[in-house]
């Protein structure tokens, strides 16, 4: 079983920060990598931000120069993201994700999905 966890969520004024983290736990060694989306109601969720083993990152255009994603153990059990600049359009529900589970050797092409944590900008 793996379980991812969100925090950070909140209310927050246009043109302020926040910082969202994501913790797994269950049988991980590690990710490929892990990542951000966001959804807002009645709309597909939207990637915006990953970082893979090893450090690589994406950014998605509508983030990109506001939001950093960080992960202090490679990828391979925490995730963290920086939003600097928010606007009312960030407002979504934010959602943690993981993929390529490594556990005692074996491989699982899988994705993982935290609960979500409401981030909303308004004045």
């Known amino acids: 079983q793996v379980q991812l966890v969100e925090s950070g969520g909140g209310l927050v004024q246009p043109g302020g920060s926040l910082r969202l983290s994501c913790a797994a736990s269950?049988?991980?060694?590690?990710?490929?990598?892990m990542g951000w989306y966001r959804q807002v109601r009645g709309t597909q969720r939207e990637l915006i931000a990953h970082v893979s083993r090893g450090g690589g990152t994406y950014y998605s255009d509508s983030v990109k120069g506001r939001f950093t994603i960080s992960s202090t153990d490679d990828a391979k059990s925490t995730v963290n993201l920086q939003m600097n600049s928010l606007k009312p359009e960030d407002t979504a529900v934010y959602l943690c994700?993981?993929?390529?589970?490594?556990?005692?050797?074996?491989?699982?092409?899988?994705?993982?999905w935290g609960q979500g944590t409401q981030v909303t900008v308004s004045s």
């Open positions: 994700n993981a993929n390529g589970r490594w556990y005692d050797g074996t491989f699982c092409n899988t994705l993982y």
């Open positions: 269950g049988s991980i060694d590690r990710f490929n990598g």
